[in-house]
């Protein structure tokens, strides 16, 4: 038996004892040590985010796997890892694969679930069960805490991956919070000049150690008038929406030049209010949303030790505590969730 | 003297009598001889888009030239030309060139009008003055009501110079008015299998001679499902916005595959209402506005033949009747401003 964390519905979680599943010959079975509650995880919570429940949620998580389902994975056993969350033909290792994963792009897959997002349990629970080939083994210099932000690392990379940035670019990012510091310091490593944007000082601060080269404290209405100044009346080359508000695309459509671009990372669930589109069109803006992102080298990254993760986590809850982590969450960096420690 | 029809207040046009302009060096000189009616204009007319009045509409125009600022550009009198619309650094030949044209983006120059909607009056008068750089003489085998679509069909050749489109493509065009029905055109002739969705039986027929291969009769909502059963479930790879409402965008994200493109070109002016970008994000789907293109090509295309653009004019006016031809534009084809015949 073990114990998940399940949202039977929005606001109502419910720790749950539950059989060890049995699992098919590609899977394999986790124990969770830390999972990372993001701000897709407190959209679900809320409900602005709505997908069918009951669902046990948490998608950035770290472990150890105890079981597998088919002896030629046995060399897994024990291995400290991180695991994909896009469950695909291709993580299954199916042979008929579906269009996407045909083309390469499986985490579209048309047959896919999500962990802790779209109809699969997560790791907010003891165990979680996953396709191998969704499973990446830690380099020794990751911890099992810092390797959390494997999922939301490679998703800050993905942006840039869909959004080309050329050197010198002013990359704007709408919000800092978890993610958004993540991007700010993926955007800085590639060369560009990163403007962060936020209402809070202290998240400000934060940007500035992962790489923002300046900063605009106010609101999104009044950074617009300020980003004109630091770009001589341009706008951005590229703008972030990442405030995980339904409000920031309007903020960004002032904020980027023409023909610039905007990439959407906010997935709250909630609808953008009074979007004036002519702008786009008449500017010739680009709007590119994107997902998640590339494991391998998030890995590499985190085990580069160039950016400080770890300054990211604020607080850690018992997996009793998931309701009260995820309340946390709203107003905080990372909080995690520590299945590997009494806290 | 010369006539004018002034815009003078959202739905009030006059007919004044103005003086004739003295002309810059860099300027030219253009009786104007057939204008056309687009759904810029029907927006400007009504006051959904709103730009500084009073202003002589008109965008969409061919005509002869009359008058040079200079005797460097002399024999371009009494040359049949149609005129570029954006009035930049590099179309008035200036020395010093602002930083988009420095760029070659001169459609978003940082000192730009836009004749006939920007702070420049148009072309529903008996004169226009443009600068010079915008003037492009017309070959021989485009008559100047063809030469009408010169702008339109530029501004869909941009379409896909901003969203590149592949060999057999599925492109969804959502609104096969006027430019939706050019865009058809193009997409057709670049190798991409056109899917024009409308509620209108008739211009769907028509959009099949310029170059639909499928078509879809069903307003924006049921639309959805029967793009999915045509292409396996799937969605177009790219769909166009071409519907001048600003429900189109909410549809289009409906319509659009994981890893598609939505290309907007609807100007209206108006606010896009519930539009829910999470989807946006997790499909990783782009979206592309673009605006005008590039007339050389366009004439290009109009010389040979292969677009039956004239098919697309269902009436003509004179211009004290441009409040006429605007109300008729609504629900026509291309309407035309005829100042060459007495109509």
């Known amino acids: 038996m073990y114990k998940a964390a ?72 024990g291995k400290r890892v991180v695991a994909e969350i896009n469950n695909s033909c291709l993580s299954y290792r ?68 869909l959004v080309p940035v050329n050197k010198d670019d002013k990359v704007a990012v709408l919000g800092v919070g978890r993610l958004g510091t993540l991007i700010s310091a993926v955007a800085n490593s590639l060369g560009a000049r990163v403007i962060a944007i936020s209402r809070s000082k202290q998240k400000l601060e934060r940007a500035k150690k992962f790489g923002a080269s300046e900063v605009i404290n106010s609101s999104l209405e009044d950074s617009v008038q300020k980003l004109k100044d630091i770009t001589n009346g341009v706008g951005a080359d590229i703008v972030v929406e990442a405030t995980g508000t339904a409000e920031g695309l309007s903020a960004a459509l002032e904020l980027v030049r023409p023909r610039g671009t905007i990439a959407l990372k906010t997935t709250c669930g909630l609808v953008s209010p009074s979007v004036n589109f002519t702008k786009a069109v008449v500017d010739e803006i680009r709007v590119q949303g994107s997902r998640c992102g590339p494991f391998d080298r998030a890995i590499e990254r985190l085990k580069s030790g160039t950016i400080p993760v770890g300054s990211l986590i604020s607080d850690s809850y018992p997996l009793e505590k998931v309701k009260d982590a995820i309340v946390a969450a709203n107003s905080a960096s990372k909080v995690l969730i520590d299945l590997e420690n009494q806290v």
């Open 94 to 161: 199916n042979k008929d694969l579906c269009r996407f994963c045909e083309r390469g792009l499986s985490n579209h897959c048309a047959r896919r679930t999500v962990v802790g997002i779209v109809s699969y349990d997560g790791a907010f629970s003891e165990l979680v069960r996953v396709p191998v080939g969704s499973v990446h083994v830690l380099p020794p210099e990751i911890s099992l805490k810092e390797a959390v932000f494997v999922e939301p690392l490679a998703a800050a990379i993905q942006t840039f991956e």
């Open 6 to 77: 399940v949202l039977v519905s929005p606001e109502e979680i419910t720790i749950e004892e539950r059989q060890e599943p049995r699992l098919d010959p590609n899977e394999v079975l986790i124990k969770v040590k830390f999972a990372g509650v993001c701000g897709t995880d407190i959209a679900l919570f809320s409900g602005e985010y709505k997908v069918p429940l009951p669902l046990v949620l948490g998608h950035e998580f770290s472990g150890e796997v105890v079981e597998v389902g088919s002896t030629l994975e046995k060399e897994l056993i």
